[in-house]
């Protein structure tokens, strides 16, 4: 049995210490090397003198380095931040401070890019420099740096410190689209017992080789290392540039599981698959958000052997539910039921359970929830709350996730998406999905992607604008509003539309649906400003 989230790369080491664990372009890791790689890491953490459960921050991409890191930190007893790869200073620096980073480990540029801004950290000591050497750091920061070179030479007596399977392990922030970003606290027990949940539906075992595109500061990219060094698979780290390179990258590594969101399918769904990789791709895995049908349909017509399995997860408890790919031909809407050693049920505010098929808020229960938001009280009590209905013979209330994401249950207990409770928009009226508008667009064929937003409105309460790319050339406004006519009902017509020549996506790569808010809401302003009747009814 694994307890500490860093023993699954031991445990594999022990098992096979030659396999193939990690590769980064040319950087190639057996668990042994992996194993004593992280070894060395913790106790340059400890010869600096880390404490217990210090945080030490993790920015930097997807490389060799990074997963050498993260697992070191946990080894050692400190609780590793990953910070998303993509983060501007400015939201690095909220997050130093919001969990009180003493340790950071990063680039040269970036640390340069950092440098103005790391005084105003008054817990970190100590930067750690990739890609340095000992003698072109000085300047880097007033404070203490060390290369990466000197780091992993340090040879410290100190044990590391001693934790337990419900001590705390990482801290996962979020991309903050829609405010500053907030940490998810997360235990070793959330973290391996998820990784033991997701291998356990996806069959993954030490033949697998899983491709690792997603960033690590994302739970659903951590993923793909923690349920890949649990069975002893091999994974494939990459840094994301073009769609193709991705696909040239499944070809070249001979990938078995990749894993991706909506918006990355969508691009890759109208690309060509070559017939080889029927030999080697087991699975593609969603999550992020709700697949199109269209979209799902392109790639199962160009991977017509490969298993798709359609999940839904939230950092605050990881992952929640799962559909099987033999359920895709019936429902393929469905998120689908409860994973491995979990409990998903539908409920109004007041914690009541809601009929089937009524729409109502999820509910996420088991081992797997996490230990709340850093620093933040407010926002915790929010989202985790006592268990509704629990026994009050029990004298200490079981913790529960709220996702914030509304979803129906059919009769026979599949799970539908039907949106955020933030993103939902009442118009005449009526709650209106963006994802049942989102399917629609889709469905003309028309465009390539399409986000739905509500814009606030004294009079309808939210005016329906959509933001599209084209998939034709010559198409107009008025092909996409007369096949939305035809297909929706009147309040769901959009009453703007926008082209661009692509959306925009926050840091994990999920679409900013902020900042398109806010774009909407600034034009249907300036346009009322200018002539109020042009966007009436």
């Excluded at 750091?137 to 337990?164: K, P, Q, Y």
């Excluded at 399918?265 to 969603?286: C, G, M």
């Excluded at 309460?461 to 939305?484: M, N, P, S, W, Y």
Aim: glycine share 6%; charged share 20%; aromatic share 8%.
């Amino acid at each position: 049995m694994t307890d500490l989230l860093h023993e699954l790369i031991l445990k594999s080491a022990q098992l096979q210490p030659h396999a193939p664990a990690l590769k980064y372009k040319d950087t190639q890791l057996s668990y042994e090397t992996l194993a004593n790689a992280v070894s060395s890491f913790a106790r340059g953490l400890l010869g600096h003198g880390l404490q217990r459960l210090q945080r030490v921050a993790v920015f930097l991409p997807n490389d060799a380095n990074a997963s050498v890191a993260l697992f070191g930190i946990s080894t050692a007893g400190g609780v590793f931040v990953p910070i998303n790869p993509l983060f501007k200073p400015a939201q690095v620096v909220h997050i130093l401070r919001n969990c009180a980073v003493n340790f950071l480990v990063t680039s040269v540029a970036r640390a340069r890019q950092l440098a103005p801004l790391l005084d105003t950290c008054a817990d970190l000591h100590t930067v750690i420099a990739t890609e340095a050497q000992a003698d072109n750091i000085n300047d880097l920061w007033r404070g203490r740096c060390v290369s990466w070179e000197t780091f992993m030479r340090i040879d410290s007596a100190r044990a590391s410190h001693r934790n337990i399977d419900s001590d705390v392990a990482a801290i996962f922030y979020t991309s903050g689209s829609t405010g500053s970003p907030k940490g998810v606290v997360l235990s070793h027990r959330n973290l391996v017992t998820g990784a033991e949940s997701v291998a356990q539906y996806l069959d993954n075992s030490a033949t697998d080789r899983l491709l690792a595109l997603l960033p690590f500061s994302f739970d659903y990219g951590f993923s793909q290392l923690s349920t890949a060094f649990l069975v002893g698979a091999s994974v494939v780290s990459m840094q994301y540039v073009l769609p193709r390179g991705a696909i040239d990258t499944v070809v070249r590594e001979r990938v078995t599981g990749f894993a991706g969101l909506p918006p990355l399918w969508a691009q890759l769904a109208n690309l060509h698959w070559p017939e080889s990789i029927a030999d080697h791709l087991r699975y593609l895995t969603n999550s992020g958000g709700a697949m199109p049908r269209i979209t799902l349909a392109k790639l199962r017509s160009a991977l017509p052997r490969t298993r798709v399995f359609l999940m839904y997860g939230l950092t605050e408890s990881f992952r929640s539910t799962y559909l099987p790919p033999s359920e895709l031909d019936t429902r393929p809407d469905s998120i689908g039921k409860a994973i491995p050693n979990v409990e998903v049920f539908v409920a109004h505010r007041d914690g009541s359970v809601c009929a089937t098929n009524e729409p109502g808020e999820l509910v996420h229960r088991g081992p797997l929830v996490g230990l709340g938001y850093w620093n933040d009280p407010v926002r915790t009590a929010e989202r985790y709350r006592p268990m509704p209905s629990q026994d009050p013979s029990l004298v200490f209330p079981e913790i529960v996730v709220w996702s914030g994401d509304i979803v129906r249950m059919d009769a026979e207990g599949f799970l539908y998406f039907v949106g955020r409770t933030d993103e939902m928009i009442k118009t005449r009226g009526y709650r209106v999905s963006p994802a049942e508008i989102e399917e629609t667009v889709l469905a003309s064929g028309f465009v390539g992607e399409v986000v739905a937003t509500g814009v606030p409105d004294a009079e309808l309460g939210h005016r329906v604008a959509v933001f599209v790319t084209r998939a034709t050339r010559h198409v107009t406004d008025e092909h996409l509003l007369e096949h939305c006519r035809r297909n929706l009902p009147a309040y769901m017509v959009p009453q703007h539309i926008e082209w661009r020549e692509s959306l925009p996506r926050n840091a994990n790569g999920k679409y900013d649906r902020a900042q398109l808010a806010a774009a909407a809401h600034a034009l249907f302003t300036s346009l009322e400003e200018e002539n109020p009747c042009e966007i009436r009814d």
